[in-house]
C-alpha cells in the first residue's frame, strides 16, 4: 500500500547549522508533497509544499528538492535557530493538495542555541 | 486569517460509549479530513469528505465511526462504542485549492 517513509527519527543540530530530513515514497502516482511543522501539544502547520512538475522549491531559509525518479523529497533548513525546533512531517499525495495526505513518521529537529 | 476550529479541546469518555467530535471548516472550503495521531506517533488519514460524500475513507475507518456535515459549517466525526485504542488526537482539516489547513485538534481519552 502507499507508504511514506521519514528519516530520521530525530536530529540535534547546532543554531546556525543545516538541517536535512529525506522521505522517501511507495505510490508512483504522487503528485503533491507538503511538509508540515508541528511544535509541542499544537496542530501541524504548512511550511512549504512542493508538486511533481518542480524539480526544487525555496522559501527564505526553507527548501524542498524532489527526485521523482527515486521517489524521495528532502527538506533543507539553513542557518537554523532555537524556534525551528519542533516535529517535521512529510507528506505525500496522489490527488494534489485536495487528496489523503500519506505523511511519514515524523523528525524531531532540536536546535541548540 | 481564517482559521479550522475543533471542539471539545479535550474529551475524556468510558469505553463503549459514544463520542461526537465538531469541526468548523474554513468558510469557502470544499474538502474536509479527519486524521488522527496516537501519542507520539504519525498522523494518520481517516476519510475525506466532499460534496456531501465520502470520497475516501483508509482501513482504520470502519463501521464504527462515521462522519456528517449537518449544516452548512460543521463537519463531525462519531465514533460509537469507543475502545482504548481510540484514545488519540483527532484533526479535522478543510482545503480549497490549495493546502490543506488543520484544526487545533481534540484529544479523545477514552478510559
Redesign the interface.
Known amino acids: 500500500g502507499e507508504n511514506v517513509e521519514q528519516h530520521p527519527s530525530t536530529l540535534s543540530v547546532q543554531e546556525g547549522d543545516s538541517a536535512v530530513i529525506k522521505c522517501t515514497y511507495s505510490d508512483s502516482a504522487s503528485n503533491y508533497f507538503p511538509w508540515y511543522k508541528q511544535e509541542l501539544g499544537k496542530r501541524p502547520q504548512l511550511i512549504i509544499d512542493i508538486r511533481s512538475n518542480v524539480g526544487e522549491k525555496k522559501d527564505q531559509r526553507i527548501a524542498v528538492t524532489l527526485n521523482k525518479t527515486a521517489k524521495h523529497f528532502s527538506l533543507h533548513i539553513t542557518e537554523t535557530q532555537p524556534e525551528d525546533s519542533a516535529v517535521y512531517f512529510c507528506a505525500a499525495s496522489s490527488t494534489s493538495n485536495t487528496g489523503k495526505l500519506i505523511f511519514g513518521q515524523g523528525t524531531t529537529l532540536q536546535v541548540k542555541p | 486569517e481564517p482559521e479550522v476550529t475543533q471542539t471539545p479541546s479535550h474529551q475524556v469518555t468510558q469505553m463503549g460509549q459514544e463520542v461526537i467530535l465538531r469541526c468548523v471548516p474554513i468558510s469557502n472550503h470544499l474538502?474536509f479530513?479527519w486524521?488522527r495521531q496516537i501519542l507520539g506517533?504519525?498522523?494518520?488519514?481517516l476519510v475525506?469528505f466532499?460534496n456531501n460524500e465520502i470520497s475516501?475513507k483508509?482501513e482504520i475507518f470502519d463501521d464504527q465511526f462515521s462522519v456528517e456535515r449537518p449544516d452548512g459549517s460543521n463537519f463531525t466525526l462519531k465514533i460509537r462504542s469507543t475502545k482504548l485504542e481510540d484514545s488519540a488526537m483527532y484533526?479535522c482539516a478543510s482545503?480549497g485549492?490549495?493546502?490543506?489547513?488543520?484544526?487545533?485538534?481534540t484529544r479523545l481519552t477514552v478510559t
Open positions: 474538502y479530513y486524521y506517533q504519525k498522523v494518520e488519514f475525506s466532499y475516501e483508509s484533526f482545503s485549492v490549495n493546502e490543506q489547513y488543520f484544526g487545533p485538534g
